[in-house]
Antibody, heavy 120, light 110 residues
Framework: QVQLVQSGAEVKKPGASVRFSCKAS????????MHWVRQAPGQGLEWMGW????????NFAQKFQGRVTMTTDTSISTAYMELSRLRSDDTAMYYC?????????????WGQGTLVTVSS | QSALTQPPSASGSLGQSVTISCTGT?????????VSWYQQHPGKAPKLMIY???KRPSGVPDRFSGSKSVNTASLTVSGLQAEDEADYYC??????????FGGGTKLTVL
């Protein structure tokens, strides 16, 4: 069965960077884009961007450009996201979610989420 | 890109129907048939309920249906059940390989 298993919770200080992982199983990793979505406490979902494991391509929401990096390691079916220059308003649950390749833009499987707390 | 507009809350009685709207623009909802809906229970990851405006993934009850008119998409839940109480989010392709979410709607089953 399809599974996306994310790395554990993190506590970071303002200005630091954080790197998340999302290990995929149960499907061909390179057939699906990996997107990242975050949710601040009590708030809605916010799309951050995607990476294409097939060719390493990426695209980020304008809000995060310059601060986010998304990569994939196809040898271990794992996607990574790094967010730098953390601020207190980056405190959120971060989810990875896969999207079928081609003309499709829906997230059919989600990871369990990684909670990041940014606090001095 | 701006978030899609959803009502903050919606409610309906057990067995009744409720419709949640999701309003965007011609650059997102109105421009593409790539609207999806997600259900999120407290403390859980979102779950895909509807994609491509009106398609249901395997395993999602047919009580859930989606539609779209111009720049507004809608999710209808028929025959409300207690387990339908959750937050619901719409999402749309917004061009240039970007997607955008709605602000979310808290559905209460009375």
């Amino acid at each position: 069965q399809v599974q996306l298993v994310q790395s554990g919770a993190e506590v970071k200080k303002p200005g630091a960077s954080v790197r998340f992982s999302c290990k995929a199983s149960g499907y061909t990793f390179t057939d699906y884009y990996m997107h990242w979505v975050r949710q601040a406490p009590g708030q809605g979902l916010e799309w951050m961007g995607w990476s294409n494991p097939n060719n390493g391509g990426t695209n980020f929401a304008q809000k995060f450009q310059g601060r986010v990096t998304m990569t994939t390691d196809t040898s271990i079916s794992t996607a990574y996201m790094e967010l730098s220059r953390l601020r207190s308003d980056d405190t959120a649950m971060y989810y990875c979610a896969r999207v079928p390749g081609g003309m499709a833009y829906h997230f059919d499987y989600w990871g369990q989420g990684t909670l990041v707390t940014v606090s001095s | 890109q701006s978030a899609l507009t959803q009502p903050p809350s919606a409610s309906g009685s057990l067995g009744q129907s409720v419709t949640i709207s999701c309003t965007g623009t011609s650059s997102d909802v109105g421009g593409y048939n790539y609207v999806s809906w997600y259900q999120q229970h407290p403390g859980k990851a979102p779950k895909l309920m509807i994609y491509d405006v009106s398609k249901r993934p395997s395993g999602v009850p047919d009580r859930f249906s989606g539609s779209k008119s111009v720049n507004t998409a809608s999710l209808t839940v028929s025959g409300l059940q207690a387990e339908d109480e959750a937050d619901y989010y719409c999402n749309s392709y917004a061009g240039s390989n970007n997607v955008v979410f709605g602000g979310g709607t808290k559905l209460t089953v009375l």
